[in-house]
């Protein structure tokens, strides 16, 4: 493989991190995956990790994507307001050191209600730029923080950042549910209950509830609350979007969590449409030869 | 003291534990408060702690309230369900060991969504007997599970278990908000602020990521966003609400809780009337009064 990368691209998350070497047609020559995210470095251990992703990959030229440019990474590279484009993100990206540009998050600032990414853009726009999904489009990407992406002609307008995967674990761990959410979740007949009540509810805190008093009941079975109450919580998600029906919902960078959110947007009377992985690799390669 | 106490009265929480030696008129002539609560509690532990409190307010026979008669505490007093008055509570007690009585909760079983209390009714229907609340009549009784409770002629009829409380315990201790949110609470400026914005969310998932994204990009004061997440907490729980200026709502049992509600039922423009203090006491007499 060595001397065929160009160049090194990194998805650096909160807890994780993804590097590949890069073909300069965008190819993925070879990738790896650690626990290496930016919570566990300190910053100055970030020069020392560079330095081990070229000799391992054989090239100079780093590109980094996601946590490692907010104020909890390595070097700070401001948000881009929306609307955002590949281009505006190329032409903002920070140099952190020699031949390492950190591309910068977007950030919603001037309307009623502030929001922000950092990472999910690139898969975004990777995917449009692929090909995968279309340049106008609304895009959800479920995780711990469930983003809703708004795309006019390539450029990313609006989204919203929904908690519903961290109110999940945490509900799981800790408080009055916790011990009654280890059952196992896919989509099924209590998830689909669970939808439907979520999509209902009106009032998710008083919902959740309904799960523990359904339990004492006997209206809900030990074995089936896991799933029931993803789906009170990824049902009251999907129920706050009013656009469902207008146009088909491009799902992307979900794993299992996209079936979960299609079955949502379904029972909503939406379309969804399950986007390939591979769409962050993508995105920064577009970015990379805009810059190159 | 001794020779004036008529019976024991406990409000036996999950974590807390209150007793009270009670004259025969009702009066509270001693009180202990101590963390005995069921969680801390064998199931064989309880016959010393009976024994314990005869000794100390020099009488025998004892009522209990609360979570000593759940399935995780000393002996369960099945609920009764919805509507319930203060009659049906004190025929079905639970006779826990000679001269031990407890007093059962209540259930919504039949309905569209399951529910449960156990404890809270005896504040409400004391609060009720003593004339410090009408016999029909909405009730708030703000704590880590929010309840609101109707009321027809001094019967429960329905009630909503909110877990907003809990949910501000979660966020705080866990989670991406973690360590944000150790400022002061209070009615002010910014919990203002987060009332309006939570009753206009309709999506409180969402609307709790503002807070990170409105610190990151310096639309919230890190002083202030303790304060600014309870409004927005207690703004989405009372907007749910579509009757709260149809007739005043009756706070009780909230200590300073209850004063933030009250301003969520005055900014949606209701009628908050805070009900003093002592509700518990009065509905066991009242219960003890139609047993003894």
Chains 1, 2 share one sequence.
Not at 175 to 200: C, N
């Amino acid at each position: 493989m060595a001397g065929r990368a160009a160049y090194i691209a990194v998805d650096w998350g909160t807890t994780n991190r993804r590097a590949y070497a890069m073909a300069s047609d965008g190819t993925v020559l070879e990738s790896m995956r650690d626990d290496r995210g930016v919570l566990s470095l300190a910053k100055d251990a970030y020069p020392a990790e560079i330095s081990a992703l070229r000799a391992r990959f054989g090239t100079e030229p780093v590109i980094a994507v996601g946590m490692v440019g907010s104020s909890r990474g390595w070097c700070e590279a401001p948000y881009v307001d929306a609307p955002a484009t590949l281009k505006q993100l190329a032409e903002s990206c920070r140099e952190a050191a020699r031949n390492v540009r950190i591309v910068p998050g977007i950030a919603l600032r001037d309307g009623r209600r502030p929001d922000v990414m950092r990472g999910e853009e690139i898969q975004i726009l990777g995917a449009i730029h692929a090909g995968s999904a279309p340049a106008t489009a609304l895009f959800c990407q479920p995780g711990t923080h469930n983003k809703w992406v708004e795309t006019v002609d390539g450029a990313i307008t609006n989204f919203t950042t929904v908690m519903t995967g961290e109110l999940f674990a945490l509900l799981r761990a800790h408080g009055i549910l916790a011990g009654m959410l280890d059952g196992p979740v896919a989509d099924g007949a209590p998830f689909r209950r669970g939808l439907r009540r979520g999509i209902a509810s009106g009032n998710l805190a008083a919902t959740l509830f309904e799960i523990r008093a359904g339990l004492l009941l006997d209206r809900l079975e030990p074995s089936e609350a896991a799933a029931y109450a993803s789906g009170v919580l990824i049902g009251a998600d999907a129920a706050t979007r009013d656009d469902l029906r207008c146009r088909p919902v491009h799902l992307l960078g979900g794993g299992a969590l996209s079936e979960l959110y299609a079955a949502a947007v379904t029972e909503l009377g939406g379309s969804p449409v399950i986007v390939p992985d591979g769409a962050t690799t993508t995105g920064i390669h577009a970015l990379w030869s805009l810059n190159a």
